[in-house]
T-cell receptor
Framework: KAGVTQTPRYLIKTRGQQVTLSCSPI?????VSWYQQTPGQGLQFLFE???????NKGNFPGRFSGRQFSNSRSEMNVSTLELGDSALYLC????????????FGPGTRLTVL | TQLLEQSPQFLSIQEGENLTVYCNSS?????LQWYRQEPGEGPVLLVT?????EVKKLKRLTFQFGDARKDSSLHITAAQPGDTGLYLC??????????????FGKGMKLTVNP
């Protein structure tokens, strides 16, 4: 089985711009979660989608949003980028019956200048 | 406040040494996972522990879940350079809405020198 894929792998943006990141989960996985990883804060949960519905949300401002499509692929969007949004954004998918076991993609490294 | 505290945060040892990393919380978790992350990659799941007091072994790695399901430890025997990486613990909590949410510790960065 192919693993979780994320595109793009690297991205450089400037303050004020917006960005869309994409994630394709493992085939058959219906739950997709997004995380932000920084050296200072570690892995911070952004949100989780299951069957196209947001099931959980972390403590991030409304500039961070996401969605899931009928084929379980997911996108996250960050609007009005700030310098502090520079981070590794990780997507993870889970089998429907084991939401606690996360299978991570390689991440998208976002740099905001 | 970090819900899951990991210690130590950094460890540099020589090949062949043993080590233990701890993951502590004041909260109870329905399950706890350990992941390893290498530079430029996403975390990889090593093990899930569910029952209080549970011990799982994965080759040279031994994982233990505390009796009260609030803490866990990872012990590595005879560490090898290939064990180098960031070790993360993660716990599953039941939110007020009844759904599960995974929270991560900040990780322990391990370097094993040949």
């Amino acid at each position: 089985k192919a693993g979780v894929t994320q595109t793009p792998r690297y991205l450089i943006k400037t303050r004020g711009q917006q960005v869309t990141l994409s994630c394709s989960p493992i085939s058959g996985h219906r739950s997709v979660s997004w995380y932000q990883q920084t050296p200072g804060q570690g892995l911070q949960f952004l949100f989780e989608y299951f069957s196209e519905t947001q099931r959980n949300k972390g403590n991030f401002p409304g500039r961070f949003s996401g969605r899931q499509f009928s084929n379980s692929r997911s996108e996250m969007n960050v609007s009005t980028l700030e310098l502090g949004d520079s981070a590794l954004y990780l997507c993870a998918s889970s089998p429907w019956d084991r939401g606690d076991e996360q299978f991570f993609g390689p991440g998208t490294r976002l740099t905001v200048l | 406040t970090q819900l899951l505290e990991q210690s130590p945060q950094f460890l540099s040892i020589q090949e062949g040494e043993n080590l233990t990393v701890y993951c502590n919380s004041s909260s109870v978790f329905s399950s706890l996972q350990w992941y390893r992350q290498e530079p430029g990659e996403g975390p990889v799941l090593l093990v899930t522990v569910v029952t209080g007091g549970e011990v799982k072994k994965l080759k040279r790695l031994t994982f233990q879940f505390g009796d009260a399901r609030k803490d866990s430890s990872l012990h590595i025997t005879a560490a090898q350079p290939g064990d180098t990486g960031l070790y993360l613990c993660a716990g599953e909590r039941i939110t007020q809405g009844g759904s599960e949410k995974l929270v991560f510790g900040k990780g322990m960065k391990l370097t094993v020198n040949p």
